[in-house]
T-cell receptor, first 114, second 114 residues
Framework: GESVGLHLPTLSVQEGDNSIINCAYS??????FIWYKQESGKGPQFIID?????DKRQGQRVTVLLNKTVKHLSLQIAATQPGDSAVYFC?????????????FGTGTKLQVIP | KAGVTQTPRYLIKTRGQQVTLSCSPI?????VSWYQQTPGQGLQFLFE???????NKGNFPGRFSGRQFSNSRSEMNVSTLELGDSALYLC?????????????FGNGTRLTVT
């Protein structure tokens, strides 16, 4: 079937190594950021989020770093496993007219080499 | 708790026909958003509904429409289908509109227009 990852930048990582996926966002008013993981045949799944009053947040094997000065977001995955192979999207959120608006990045395909 | 459910999973239609896709959000979630995903354009926002009212709309032609029912279930309709409408259509729910919270996606409906 058609793959969502067909025209995406690809990051290839050896199993056990750390992965870093980067994302540049565009709206300086964005105050909430989320990383999603999309496996083949499935919808995007929430991984981790961070609010603009923080610059780092850690989860299980994942860390998100936020640099508001240069509008950059990164996702670090420790000890990458084959199950981490997927497309990763960042999303920036901001409030407008009392409602949350969101824009997704283009995505990065992570390939884990066993 | 059951996740977001989208039906059908796959659909094949011919040009000129119309199609209706269905989405059941997570129980208690009142906001439902729809996205179109293609390899070339990524995740494109279609519209968002909250309490049966359309709150946001993306840059899609009027052939794309939607609605939300009192139980928060949502449908989207595409009339006069074109080949370019072939895509994965994703529905996402969240607790409330206007609050920073992650989207919870279904696994999508894969629409193929021939």
């Amino acid at each position: 079937g058609e793959s969502v990852g067909l025209h995406l930048p690809t990051l290839s990582v050896q199993e056990g190594d750390n992965s870093i996926i980067n994302c540049a966002y565009s709206n300086s008013a964005s105050d909430y950021f989320i990383w999603y993981k999309q496996e083949s045949g499935k919808g995007p799944q929430f991984i981790i989020d961070i609010r603009s009053n923080m610059d780092k947040r850690q989860g299980q094997r994942v860390t998100v770093l936020l640099n508001k000065t240069v509008k950059h977001l990164s996702l670090q995955i420790a000890a990458t496993q084959p199950g981490d192979s997927a497309v990763y999207f960042c999303a920036e959120n901001w409030s407008s007219g009392g409602y949350q608006k969101v824009t997704f990045g283009t995505g990065t395909k992570l390939q884990v080499i066993p | 708790k059951a996740g977001v459910t989208q039906t059908p999973r796959y659909l094949i239609k011919t040009r000129g026909q119309q199609v209706t896709l269905s989405c059941s959000p997570i129980s208690g979630h009142r906001s439902v958003s729809w996205y179109q995903q293609t390899p070339g354009q990524g995740l494109q926002f279609l519209f968002e509904y909250f309490s049966e009212t359309q709150r946001n709309k993306g840059n899609f032609p009027g052939r794309f429409s939607g609605r939300q029912f009192s139980n928060s279930r949502s449908e989207m309709n595409v009339s006069t289908l074109e080949l370019g409408d072939s895509a994965l259509y994703l529905c996402a729910s969240s607790l409330n509109a206007g609050e920073n919270s992650p989207l919870h996606f279904g696994n999508g409906t894969r629409l193929t227009v021939t």
